[in-house]
Structures are given as C-alpha cells and as structure tokens.
C-alpha cells in the first residue's frame, strides 16, 4: 500500500533506528504520556497499531500512532509535532495524512482523546465531541469524525 503524501509531506511507517528514534523523540517533547512507550512498548507491536512519521521534505516532524479496531475505527493516538514547528501547518496536514491512511485500511470513522489544549485544533479539522468509548477520564475529551470525504467538515 502506498504511503499517504500531500504537498511536501509525507507519512510513513519509521523504518531505520534514527527514524524510531525520531519517531519518540517528537512525541515525548510534547506529550507526558509518551513518556511510558518505551521502544518496546507492548502498545507500539501490537497488529492493527500503525506507528507513523510525518516527514517534511527530508525532516521528521511529527509523529502519530493509528489504532484499527474491528468496527473500521480508527483511533488516532499520541498526536505530536515537533515544538519548534508547531503552528505552522504541520499538524493539519497530519490529520488529513492519517485520516487517509485510515480510509485506505477500510476506516469509516476518525476517534480520538483530546487534551483540552488540543480541541481547538481537532475541530478546526471537522471533529466534534461524542462519547465513542464509556470511559470517562477528567480533562479528557473523545471527539469523532466521519471519514466519507477527504475535507469534509474541515473549517479551511
Ligand atoms: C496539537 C498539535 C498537534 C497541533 O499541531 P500544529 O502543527 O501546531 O497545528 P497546525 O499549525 O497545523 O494548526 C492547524 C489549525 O489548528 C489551529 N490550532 C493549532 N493548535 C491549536 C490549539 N491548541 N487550539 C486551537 N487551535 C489550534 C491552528 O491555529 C490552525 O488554525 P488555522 O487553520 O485557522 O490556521 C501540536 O500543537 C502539538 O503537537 N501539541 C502538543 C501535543 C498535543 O497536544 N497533542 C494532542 C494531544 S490530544
């Protein structure tokens, strides 16, 4: 299966120890619970998890992991950019990577945790707020997305 591209960007799986290493190093810059997934990490291996890399041109600078789960969710875990490149765009174009490659494994719908900080971002991207999953954590959001068109719901 060919990896998503839109304009210069680029998400893959990371393939050599420099990209794995990339791959953690963004996401534990920004989110306290990456933190916990170690290398090894049970969670990372586990069939239907996909670790991704956005890459910029030739540079990593986000990092992302896709949960499919067998009613085509897919759960978009541990969304990350590079601090130095936030607000830039590099966040959006991971989105409409990931919800591509999501399509493209059979997904009908786009579910994830957001931080309160972050749902801002996930809105602008066409998520709202539903409860796809019964557990409630506080400060925790779930947000969904239907994944029919490739710009549906997105604001710009
Ligand atoms: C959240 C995050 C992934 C966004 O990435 P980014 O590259 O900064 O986002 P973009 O520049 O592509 O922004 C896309 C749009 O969302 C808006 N946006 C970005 N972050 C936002 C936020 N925290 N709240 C509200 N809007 C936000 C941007 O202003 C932009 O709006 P525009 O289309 O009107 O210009 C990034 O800031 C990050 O890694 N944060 C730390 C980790 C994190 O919070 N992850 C999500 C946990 S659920």
């Not at 960007?9 to 290493?21: G, H, K, N, V, Y």
């Not at 490149?85 to 989105?95: E, F, I, S, T, W």
């Not at 409630?136 to 068109?149: H, N, T």
């Amino acid at each position: 299966m060919p990896h998503p591209r839109h304009g210069l960007f680029d998400l893959r799986p990371p393939s050599t120890p420099a990209e794995w290493e990339a791959y953690h190093r963004i996401r534990q810059d920004v989110l306290l619970e990456a933190k916990k997934y170690a290398v090894e990490h049970a969670d990372e291996l586990v069939p239907g998890h996909h670790p991704l890399l956005l890459w910029l041109d030739q540079k990593p600078v986000g990092s992302i992991r896709i949960d499919i789960d067998s009613v085509g969710r897919a759960g978009l875990r541990l969304v990350a950019v590079d601090p130095d490149l936030q607000k830039q765009g590099c966040g959006r174009a991971l989105l409409r990577l990931a919800e591509e490659f999501a399509r493209a494994h059979g997904c009908t719908r786009a579910v994830l945790y957001a931080t309160l900080d972050a749902v801002g971002f996930y809105a602008k991207a066409g998520y709202q707020e539903e409860d796809w999953d019964d557990v409630y954590v506080s400060g925790i959001v779930q947000m969904a997305k239907l994944l029919c068109d490739a710009t549906e719901g997105e604001t710009r």
